[in-house]
């Protein structure tokens, strides 16, 4: 079930947020993702058992609720890993897009020569 909800491209997002800014509050999390405060938390519970990501506090600071979500030598690893797929993915998209834009581009010169 927490694999459904962390599919690839919020699993990388997430990595990827929390490894330039591990400070993050989940409410800020969920701004830059665009989902909710509780889809976070259900992620960033999945990426702890997974031991992706490991949860301290933020001692200096006045709110000492406040967390550090650093990600774990492991959790390294796994956004390289899924940062490769992602890169493949969007790529192969990118050419799949060039190739109907070419198609579009010859059916609009068929249809208005000169």
């Not at 491209?9 to 509050?25: G, H, K, N």
């Not at 989902?35 to 031991?51: I, P």
């Not at 979500?69 to 060039?98: C, H, N, Q, V």
Request: charged share 30%; with cysteine.
């Amino acid at each position: 079930m927490v694999e459904h909800a962390l599919d690839d491209e919020t699993r990388y997002r997430l990595l990827r947020l929390l490894e330039q800014d591990p400070a993050l509050s989940q409410r800020s999390l969920a701004r830059e993702l665009g989902v909710s405060v509780g889809k976070v938390n259900y992620c960033l519970r999945a990426l702890l058992d997974k031991g992706l990501v490991k949860v301290g506090n933020f001692h200096n600071s006045r709110n000492k609720r406040a967390y550090l979500y650093m990600l774990t030598p492991r959790g390294l690893s796994e956004k390289s890993r899924i940062t490769r797929a992602f890169l493949a993915r969007k790529l192969a998209e990118y050419e799949d897009l060039e190739q109907q834009i070419e198609a579009l581009r010859r059916e609009v010169a068929a249809d208005h020569p000169g």
